[in-house]
T-cell receptor, first 112, second 115 residues
């Protein structure tokens, strides 16, 4: 699995858009980019996944540049309930054959 | 509710003891993953099973072992417990077939306290 690098922590005010960037310089051709969210004492929860360009769902957007060496998770108009740790994972199209390995994640704190 | 069930939710035991944590994956999921998360630490991958067979191994101690049964539920056995084994233990499951499979569903975890 490609190694990922994320900021350790970020703070943001309620109502703002938050962008968390993940670097994955040695991403492989078949690798997908997946983001998970984890609240304290809970298991991680899948947020969004993409391969290239932009993906959007009801909770977030994922921006992936053409070289795919980085990706940005965008959370629109955050609220206090978005305070959590966010993990970026990069891996092959078949996690059934690979370790599902989490990095250190980004601890996002939303300020009232 | 992710559909992944872990039991028990809490476990308190003494050093030197042995415990078994149980995980029932989502219906239809063939892959099961086990993770350890100590206080304020990241998720440490322990081991993965796919359809009853060990598929990948992470930083799992020799005192720990796991298995996946024919009905696809999995158990993580922790023996000769030490204070440092106190942590949250998560189980996750995914479809695990030879296709696009990158979303894993996590249980609520078992909080193990070794005293």
């Amino acid at each position: 699995l490609a190694k990922t690098t994320q900021p350790i922590s970020m703070d943001s005010y309620e109502g703002q858009e938050v962008n968390i960037t993940c670097s994955h310089n040695n991403i492989a051709t078949n690798d997908y980019i997946t983001w998970y969210q984890q609240f304290p004492s809970q298991g991680p929860r899948f947020i969004i996944q993409g391969y290239k360009t932009k993906v959007t769902n009801e909770v977030a957007s994922l921006f992936i540049p053409a070289d795919r060496k980085s990706s940005t998770l965008s959370l629109p108009r955050v609220s206090l309930s978005d305070t959590a740790v966010y993990y970026c994972l990069v891996g092959g199209a078949n996690f059934g054959n690979e370790k599902l390995t989490f990095g250190t994640g980004t601890r996002l704190t939303i300020i009232p | 509710d992710s559909g992944v069930t872990q039991t028990p939710k809490h476990l308190i035991t003494a050093t030197g003891q042995r415990v078994t944590l149980r995980c029932s994956p989502r219906s239809g999921d063939l892959s099961v993953y086990w993770y350890q998360q100590s206080l304020d630490q990241g998720l440490q991958f322990l081991i993965q099973y796919y359809n009853g067979e060990e598929r990948a191994k992470g930083n799992i101690l020799e005192r720990f072992s796991a298995q996946q049964f024919p009905d696809l539920h999995s158990e993580l056995n922790l023996s000769s417990l030490e204070l440092g084994d106190s942590a949250l233990y998560f189980c996750a499951s995914s479809v695990g077939e030879d296709r696009w499979d990158t979303e894993a569903f996590f249980g609520q975890g078992t909080r193990l306290t070794v005293v």
